[in-house]
């Protein structure tokens, strides 16, 4: 444990010293200079780090070969390992992982610089055959595999990769003055959604990009309001500020291209003077793998997934696409959730299939669904306890959205809570049924919701009065279910302009 | 020093130049955007009766709807018809 300490703190040493810039004046930098491979002798090699069992059985075969082959030893996390050979020390890792290493012991031979064979492990066999040396080990068993060599280790990764050169971005580097606070200099350069964000160094960057199978430069979409080209690293480093974990990547990456949809419709969605912005509904078996919560305070604080991925979305306009409250973004209140509202669905605890699958998608596929959305509104019925009774409560509180005396504007998301949804499960009550009655007992006569009815100027031309006037569109009304499985509540989440004209529901398969 | 990775679109602020300022607009071609917004017809009429008491030649566009940028198509017709173009909000 002494030498990994030792080992760490040598490398974080190299790691500041190694990185050299060449400054602009306008405090961006350019090209790196990077640390070179470092060349290598002719004869075995090997490559052996004391945190390995492995390495300890075959350190006393080292002494022998020494004294039989010209042989370099490179030790990974202790310089006074094997013990009576002057063993390389390599706990910078820089011979080790421009020789991709992948495991300790690996022995090589080198002629002229250049590797020739290659031995991972123990195997006496292919030592011997390797090494040119016989009766290597006799009492030692045949064969034994190794450990992971330190130069492959995911944590140091990105950092090693950045500092041996092998960095694949390409955005602009910024320059922040040691002095400078990060947090304070990212807000200064108007990257901020109001709170604090995570500083994307090249390293963080590198390690959110493992969350994806896609190449940092491949476009993800066409960003508005500026219309820009958004590539996977773009995505990436918006991702880390936001706090995301790179397991959350491509659910960003899924947001992002379903927002960008002329579907969608981002755009207006930035733009609008109402309220709403874009909320995530996530489906599928990704919601448990990256800890999603759709329980217990499902809308609200304390999940990093859910609180992230949302924001992640939010940045990427903001900061790729310039989308900026004051600027495009019109809106005359806004909402809470315009930091980042993402949420999974109770697929487990449903009565019903889940949202995706009205969309289309089979169940247990991932997916997200972007619904153009205001906060939640809480509906309370602690009292009904038939199905009926329970849909005139919820279809009442919808009848009032936004307006009583508006209708067919805007869409809906009702989120039935467990224990509402198990009034529904009881009676049998599909997600069909649910719906249909809903959108039957949100008929308006016409009377009533023309403009001067109720004392009220707003509302609907007087043509309309002698009909029934539906509050939704034939798909407008979609159900989800999540929750707390305490507590007799159900919420709404009223939308925006829906349609062609404004903005559609979209549902967008996440993909690895 | 910390290196960080530029979040935006890395767009260099260009500063846009304006357009020649019509000297007259006898003659000229005026296009009025209907940003598709309600009544905004009523507010480009009045605009239309001023501009062509002016002597300019008015033609009339309209946007499918205020939420989406103006199609690149129509962008284009505005430009290759156009000496100048009214385009505004109003709510």
């Given amino acids: ?512 | 020093m910390t290196i960080l990775l530029d979040p935006t679109s890395e767009r260099v602020p260009a500063e846009r130049v304006r357009a020649e300022r019509l000297p007259t607009l006898v003659g000229q071609t005026v296009g009025l955007l209907d940003i598709a917004k309600m009544r905004g017809d009523l507010f480009l009429d009045q605009l239309e009766t001023r501009l062509a008491g002016e002597g300019a030649k008015v033609i009339r566009y309209k946007k499918p709807t205020f939420t989406k940028p103006a199609p690149i198509d129509l962008r284009h017709e505005i430009a290759e018809q156009c000496d100048a173009v009214v385009e505004a909000l109003a709510d």
């Fill in chain 1, 1 to 512: 444990m002494r030498s990994c300490i030792e080992s760490i703190e040598a490398e974080e040493t190299l790691a500041t010293e190694s990185w050299v810039y060449a400054g602009r004046s306008i405090g961006y930098s350019g090209a790196m200079e990077k640390a070179a491979s470092p060349g290598l002798p002719s004869g075995v090699l090997v490559f052996v780090k004391r945190d390995c069992p492995t390495c300890e059985l075959v350190a006393p075969i080292l002494q022998e070969l020494a004294k039989k082959v010209p042989l370099t030893v490179y030790t990974q996390d202790d310089p006074e390992f094997p013990d009576a050979l002057d063993a390389v020390d390599d706990t910078d890792l820089s011979v080790s992982w421009h020789n991709d290493i992948e495991a300790v012991p690996t022995l090589l031979r080198v002629e002229s610089g250049k590797e020739v064979e290659r031995a991972v492990g123990w195997h006496r066999g292919e030592w011997e055959a390797l090494t040119g040396v016989d009766d290597l080990g006799p009492g030692l068993p045949e064969l034994r595999p190794g450990c992971g060599s330190l130069s492959v280790d995911p944590v140091r990764g990105p950092e090693l990769a950045i500092r041996f050169g092998q960095s694949r971005l390409q955005s602009r580097r910024v320059e922040i003055a040691t002095l400078e606070d990060e947090m304070q200099a990212c807000f200064d350069r108007g990257w901020s959604d109001g709170l604090p964000i995570v500083p994307p160094t090249e390293a963080r960057v590198l390690a959110m990009l493992e969350g994806t199978k896609r190449a940092p430069d491949e476009i993800v979409a066409t960003v508005p309001p500026d219309l820009v080209q958004c590539s996977v690293e773009k995505v990436a480093i918006n991702a880390v500020m936001a706090g995301c974990r790179p397991s959350y990547l491509p659910v960003v990456l899924a947001a992002v291209e379903a927002a960008c949809t002329d579907k969608f419709n981002i755009h207006g969605l930035l733009a609008t003077t109402m309220s709403a912005g874009p909320v995530l509904i996530v489906n599928g078996p990704i919601r448990k793998s990256i800890g999603m919560n759709s329980g217990k305070n499902v809308l609200g604080q304390g999940n990093r997934a859910n609180s992230t991925i949302g924001r992640a979305l939010q940045l990427v306009i903001r900061n790729v696409g310039g989308g900026r409250p004051g600027d495009v973004d019109r809106a005359t209140l806004g909402n809470p959730g315009k930091v980042g509202f993402c949420f999974a669905e109770d697929e487990e605890g449903s009565p019903w299939t889940p949202l995706c699958a009205d969309f289309g998608f089979s169940e247990g596929t991932n997916t997200v669904t972007l619904f153009p959305g205001e906060g939640p509104r809480t509906l309370v019925d602690q009292i009904s306890r038939e199905p009926e009774s329970l849909a005139r409560s919820i279809a009442a509180t919808l009848r009032t959205m936004y307006s009583p005396k508006m209708a067919l504007a805007f869409d809906v998301v009702v989120i039935v809570s467990p224990e509402h949804a198990r009034i529904f499960r009881e009676a049998g009550w599909s997600k069909d049924d649910l719906r249909a009655k809903l959108h039957e007992l949100t008929l308006i006569p016409g009377s009533e919701i023309v403009g001067g009815a109720l004392g009220i100027a707003e509302g609907l031309p007087e043509s309309v009065r002698e009909h029934s006037i539906p509050k939704f569109r034939p798909d407008g009304l979609h159900i989800v279910h999540a929750g707390g499985g305490a507590g007799l509540f159900s919420a709404i989440i009223a939308g925006w302009v829906n349609g062609e004209i404004g903005s559609q529901t979209v549902s967008w398969e996440i993909k690895s």
